[in-house]
DNA sequence: TCGCTCTATCTTGTATACCAGTTGATATTC
DNA sequence: GAATATCAACTGGTATACAAGATAGAGCGA
């Protein structure tokens, strides 16, 4: 067996072994290396990280804490499907906590870091990013910014956590083009309703701005997933996988969730 | 050396050892007999629980990720101060939550589980529980529920960290019998708005509630922790402690974090 | 061919061993 | 006597060992 996510051996003792383990086992999940409906054992995550079962379990449950894994008694982890009932869950608990912040920015005579989003956002065409990934993560930042100007750091701890228990679809919608150019409208709008101290205006723009994101993510199908995997089987450069799931199934990309259960492997069939 | 933290060595197996000692830990840290500031090693509660290293520390560290606990490099473990100003910040977060959950539930035809909380607390005098720490478990139910009744379990599962949070102060504010009475009478109030579905009455009420509570919460001082820590004291019928921190310092109960370093032992002092 | 039983193997949960960094008391120096 | 150097004991981080439950599959019987 190759090891495709072991750590170099240099610079072994630069950060807490387990935190390490823990960062490259959540870029895993969100490369789509570990597939939703996925078992493995920590015996296989010690082996690939080169790291022992100690720090690989604090990992695990740490990641099981966040709801990204379910361990099995004695039987195993699971990577949590993509439950898309979950998402609409955080996307509205993501609205209350940022529509709470717009209501404290525009209380504040200058509202707290919205200058500097103003340089980033409010720009003509040309000044633009494109790429979709470079602006998908300006818009996490845009969106953590507006939460961090409340001064509030409990209701910051949050925001992160909803954010990136989304990140995994949102990442797949920020692809297309024409949502970079959406964001960087409704953004803009935004902002200039905070500065204004218009907070039922902000709230509203804000609220439709946050809700398009969820229909949109509600909209990714398996076909999106199934690319993605593809994606990262090929980044690989080594198609096998930790464990060999059963494939077939429900393949309805009309279920609430999904996981390797309804994804397959349908490489051979016709769209 | 005793061991009243001891676990009996029957049932062993009926829940994982893991857990219990996090169950433990809590319970000591909500009954003061781990002290904000005080220092203590992973062997020490090893010995204490019966326990091994590793589930003491799955404990630990769990406890950490939820602000109780701080763990020092190769250096021991810390319990937190009682920090008001983050204290505020989590009163803030729950009004945000709670005044978001009148919103859901007031838009609701049949605001759900809103008939049973009535029959708990609009309830004439004689049936009124007078026993603070039992209206305190009930107080919690209460918010708890206001918020299952939206049907999101995520915010759910935020609110519930959030009044865990809060709880370790809350406590020391429901021995006192007014609050008691303010207590009923808020609940009704709300209770009776939210069925009227008057959202924006039920919203500022429940704002008046919480704030009345935070400001409580604000007033405990250094001499109700003293006395929170001489009951924990001689419930344990056993004088000595995990270790014994270095007293004196700061004193002012004006104070924002209360600590071990600003508590001291002052039982020989006349107030 | 189906279904049952048994068992070898794999899994996590827990205990223990080892290591390197931290610390605080003590010896030492001036 | 005060400042400093030293070192032994203690700490958490990690690796490994062991135990007991879960599981899949072979074997067997009908």
Redesign the pocket.
């Known amino acids: 067996m190759s090891a495709p996510l072991r750590f170099p051996a240099e610079r072994r ?1 630069t ?6 383990v823990y960062a490259e086992l959540k870029r895993a999940l969100f490369a789509f290396e570990l597939l939703p409906g996925e078992r ?5 995550i ?1 082996e690939r990280t ?9 990992a ?2 740490r990641l099981a804490r966040e709801g990204f894994l379910t ?7 699971r990577v949590n499907d993509l439950d898309f009932s979950i998402f609409d869950q955080l996307y509205e608990v993501r609205t209350i906590v940022e529509l709470a912040s717009i209501d404290r920015l525009t209380a504040q005579t200058e509202p707290a870091g919205i200058a500097e989003l103003i340089t980033l956002w409010q720009v003509n065409e040309a000044e633009r990013l494109t790429d979709g990934p470079a602006v998908f993560v300006q818009d996490e930042q845009f969106h953590s910014r507006l939460v961090a100007g409340t001064g509030n750091a409990e209701l910051q701890r949050i925001h992160t956590s909803v954010t990136e228990r989304i990140r995994i679809v949102r990442q797949l919608d920020f692809t297309e083009s024409y949502r970079v150019e959406a964001t960087y409208n409704e953004h803009a709008a935004i902002l200039t309703a905070i500065v204004q101290h218009r907070a039922s205006e902000a709230k509203r723009l804000m609220q439709t701005h946050i809700e398009l994101s969820r229909q949109s993510v509600r909209k990714i199908s398996l076909h999106r997933l199934y690319e993605a995997r593809q994606q990262a089987r090929d980044d690989a450069h080594q198609p096998e996988r930790l ?1 060999e799931p059963a494939t077939g199934g429900i393949r309805s990309p009309l279920t609430e969730t999904l996981s390797e259960k309804n994804l397959g492997d349908r490489s051979h069939e016709s769209s």
Chains 1, 2 share one sequence.
């Open positions: 003792h950060l807490a072994l387990a935190e390490r493995f054992s920590e015996n296989t010690a080169g790291a022992s079962r100690t720090p690989v379990r604090e695990l449950t361990v099995q008694n004695r039987s195993g982890w464990s």
